[in-house]
T-cell receptor, first 113, second 108 residues
Framework: GAGVSQSPRYKVAKRGQDVALRCDPISGHVSLFWYQQALGQGPEFLTY????????KSGLPSDRFFAERPEGSVSTLKIQRTQQEDSAVYLCASSFGNTGELFFGEGSRLTVL | GIQVEQSPPDLILQEGANSTLRCNFS?????LQWFHQNPWGQLINLFYIPSGTKQNGRLSATTVATERYSLLYISSSQTTDSGVYFCAVERGSYIPTFGRGTSLIVHP
C-alpha cells in the first residue's frame, strides 16, 4: 500500500477483555516495529520484526502482550486481559531495510475502562 | 541503552517567528530522524539525517554526529507547524529510540 495502515483507529475495551490491533506495512518493507505512546510521552519500543522473524520483544511490558507477523507482511499486536494501564496509542512503523527511514501509521488508540 | 534528550520541552511562538529545536544523544548513532506529530497523532517524517545538513522548504536540520547532537530549524513559523517534534536515534540494534519531544504552539 501507499502508507502504513493500522486498524482499528479507536478501540474501547472493558478491563479483562482481549484486543487485537492490526498493522499493514508499506509493501516490500522488511522491518516492522510496534511502539506504545502514553499521553505526553515519546513512543516507547515494544517489539521488532524482520520479515516474519520477531528479533526483539524486549519492550513488551508483560506476557499479556503478544505480537506476530506470520507471513512477513501484516502484523497483529494482541493484548490479553486488558488493564487500565494498557490505555495508550499503539503505533506501527515499517522500513525498507534492516535499518533506515521509519514510516508510521496513524496509530490505534486503546482505552481500557 | 542510548539516552535521547530534547530541548526545550515546550515552545510558544507567534506566527512568523523562527525557532531551533535540539536533540542530544548519549552515544554514537547510525541513524537519526526528525518527526512532527500533528494534533491528530500522526507522526510525519521530516528528515532522515544521520549526519550533515538538509533543507526542505522552511525547515532544515543539521546533525553533528561527532558531538552527538542534532538541530531542527523552523523559519517563518505557521500555525500548521504546531504539534510535537521528536527525534529518534538508532545505534546498531536496528531499533530507534525516541526522545520525549518538544511541544510547539504557534499562535496566529
Amino acid at each position: 500500500g501507499a502508507g502504513v495502515s493500522q486498524s482499528p483507529r479507536y478501540k474501547v475495551a472493558k478491563r479483562g477483555q482481549d484486543v487485537a490491533l492490526r498493522c499493514d506495512p508499506i509493501s516490500g518493507h522488511v522491518s516492522l516495529f510496534w511502539y506504545q505512546q502514553a499521553l505526553g510521552q515519546g513512543p516507547e519500543f515494544l517489539t521488532y520484526f524482520q520479515n516474519e522473524a520477531q528479533l526483539d520483544k524486549s519492550g513488551l511490558p508483560s506476557d499479556r502482550f503478544f505480537a506476530e507477523r506470520p507471513e512477513g507482511s501484516v502484523s497483529t499486536l494482541k493484548i490479553q486481559r486488558t488493564q487500565q494501564e494498557d490505555s495508550a496509542v499503539y503505533l506501527c512503523a515499517s522500513s525498507f531495510g534492516n535499518t533506515g527511514e521509519l514510516f508510521f501509521g496513524e496509530g490505534s488508540r486503546l482505552t481500557v475502562l | 541503552g542510548i539516552q535521547v534528550e530534547q530541548s526545550p520541552p515546550d515552545l510558544i511562538l507567534q506566527e512568523g517567528a523562527n525557532s531551533t529545536l535540539r536533540c542530544n544523544f548519549s552515544d554514537s548513532v547510525n541513524n537519526l530522524q526528525w518527526f512532527h506529530q500533528n494534533p491528530w497523532g500522526q507522526l510525519i517524517n521530516l528528515f532522515y539525517i544521520p549526519s550533515g545538513t538538509k533543507q526542505n522548504g522552511r525547515l532544515s536540520a543539521t546533525t553533528v554526529a561527532t558531538e552527538r547532537y542534532s538541530l531542527l530549524y523552523i523559519s517563518s513559523s505557521q500555525t500548521t507547524d504546531s504539534g510535537v517534534y521528536f527525534c529518534a536515534v538508532e545505534r546498531g540494534s536496528y531499533i530507534p529510540t525516541f526522545g520525549r519531544g518538544t511541544s510547539l504552539i504557534v499562535h496566529p
